[in-house]
């Protein structure tokens, strides 16, 4: 069995081939940052649901994906911060993804949040991907 490196970069492929393969389901392992990521999927509209599923042997989480008219609300995932070079961006940094079309995510001291929520609370923090 192989580790991991980046396990957010993992997931976010994960999620991609899913959404590319068409598919309504996925698995991914658990982790809480999967897990907020996911949430932040959900509260922008990109996937339908997620939820811990624990009858396996380890716990994962269960993404349903958003399909309508055989297209899928996530064209696209970019990961940025990566364990090789790590971006932080300030609160009046935080970037637009395709002009206000796509989300950027941020880790920041108030927890994992999209870059809207970081420019209303005004937090900074690392940039870990872009969705559109």
Do not use: C
């Amino acid at each position: 069995m192989s580790t991991v490196t980046d396990p957010i970069a993992d997931f976010l492929a994960r999620v991609r081939n899913s959404t590319q393969a068409q598919k309504t389901e996925m698995f991914v392992p658990y982790s809480k940052m999967k897990s907020e990521i996911a949430r932040i999927l959900k509260e922008e509209g990109y996937i339908a649901d997620y939820e811990l599923d624990t009858t396996a042997a380890h716990p994962r989480i269960k993404i349903t994906n958003k399909v309508s008219n055989r297209n899928n609300a996530i064209t696209g995932l970019k990961r940025v911060s990566r364990p090789g070079l790590r971006r932080y961006v300030g609160a009046d940094e935080v970037p637009r993804v395709l002009g206000g079309m796509g989300t950027a995510i941020l880790s920041t001291s108030r927890g994992v949040m999209s870059g809207r929520e970081a420019k209303r609370m005004n937090v900074g923090g690392e940039l870990l991907a872009f969705v559109w």
